[in-house]
Structures are given as structure tokens and as C-alpha cells.
């Protein structure tokens, strides 16, 4: 078993560039991984960041 199949692959989100599909995928961290989309095969990709909660507002008086 290679380094490579050892690390753990994470969930990830996904966007095509040429065709704009949005889909579901994992990678692993520090890795750079060659993609194609699932509707077009074109290669360029781009991972997703993680949308956050926006901080709670203060409340203080």
C-alpha cells in the first residue's frame, strides 16, 4: 500500500469551471490530485471552501 492510500480522504464540495456542476467528492490533504467532472470530463476544477456561520452578534448592553 502506497503513502498516498494510507492518508485519510475527506469530504469535499466541489465546482466545475467550464460547466458549472457543483458535486460531491473527497480528497486528500497536501495532494494534488488531477480531477475530471462527472457531466463534461473537462479537468478544470476547483474545490470548495467551507461556508461558516456568521459569528453571533453581540448581545452586550
Keep these: 500500500m502506497s503513502e498516498t492510500d494510507r492518508r485519510t480522504r475527506l469530504p469535499c464540495k466541489y465546482k ?7 458535486y460531491e467528492g473527497t480528497h486528500i490533504p ?13 479537468n478544470s476544477q476547483r ?11 453581540s448581545t452586550e448592553d
Design 16 to 22: 466545475c469551471l467550464r460547466c458549472g456542476l457543483e
Design 30 to 42: 497536501d495532494v494534488m490530485e488531477e480531477l475530471s467532472c462527472p457531466k463534461c470530463a473537462s
Design 47 to 57: 474545490r470548495l471552501k467551507d461556508k461558516k456561520a456568521p459569528a453571533a452578534a
